[in-house]
């Protein structure tokens, strides 16, 4: 079946510019999950979604960062003001319910910010 | 100190060799292990997981944990080229904050035929 998808695959923007990125989970996954994984390091938690609410967003660096699932599916993570911190690999995971099943990822999106 | 340390290699070995890959960690809370496989520019996969002390085996992977020592292992047995990829180790705590995973840097590994 569909794993987890991201769109796009690759964004480049500018200091300073809003970025959208999404995520579609493997149907039916109540559970989805942000990471962020810079350059030689480990992914990093950003937000946990149960259903349409965040259940944990302590992983949010700051202010700028917000994440949305509306309809309890498709979640999308923006970004405003970018800064060239904040170029990295983001990736979305989703699992069947929360509480430690197995997260699946997707394959992320690459943003630069130049 | 980081709560998961995992030395990022790389480490490169010839093709059958067995490859030994591990991590250390500080927090006791911690229950739940995964040995995640990372292609370059694609997301992790799940390798293996394991809960608390002990030894899983899949096929020519072997995950132990060792919980008194606070190390975790993974053991790829007659390596092969396709193993060639970033392993990641992650981990979770029981309780409220399960879901949260907790990775080290990864190793990256290289199978050379």
């Known amino acids: 079946g569909a794993g987890v998808s991201q769109t796009p695959s690759n964004k480049v923007t500018e200091k300073g510019k809003y970025v959208e990125l999404r995520c579609d989970p493997i149907s039916g996954h109540t559970a989805l999950y942000w990471y962020r994984q810079s350059l030689g390091q480990g992914p990093e938690f950003l937000i946990y979604f149960q259903g349409t609410g965040a259940a944990d967003d302590s992983g949010l660096p700051n202010d700028r960062f917000f994440a949305v699932r509306p309809e309890g599916s498709v979640s999308t993570l923006k970004i405003q003001r970018t800064e060239r911190g904040d170029s990295a690999m983001y990736l979305c995971?989703?699992?069947?319910?929360?509480?430690?099943?197995?997260?699946?990822f997707g394959p992320g999106t690459r943003l630069l910010v130049l | 100190q980081k709560e998961v340390e995992q030395d990022p290699g790389p480490l490169s070995v010839p093709e059958g060799a067995i490859v030994s890959l591990n991590c250390t960690y500080s927090?006791?809370?911690?229950?739940?292990f995964m040995w995640y496989r990372q292609y370059s520019r694609k997301g992790p996969e799940l390798l293996m997981y394991t809960y608390s002390s002990g030894n899983k085996e899949d096929g020519r992977f072997t995950a132990q944990v060792d919980k008194s020592s606070k190390y975790i292992s993974l053991f790829i047995r007659d390596s092969q080229p396709s193993d060639s990829a970033t392993y990641l180790c992650?981990?979770?705590?029981?309780?409220?904050?399960?879901?949260?995973?907790?990775f080290g840097k990864g190793t990256l590994l290289t199978v050379n035929p």
């Open positions: 995971a989703s699992s069947l319910g929360g509480g430690g099943e197995t997260q699946y």
């Open positions: 927090n006791s809370a911690f229950q739940y």
């Open positions: 992650a981990m979770t705590a029981q309780g409220g904050s399960n879901y949260k995973l907790t």
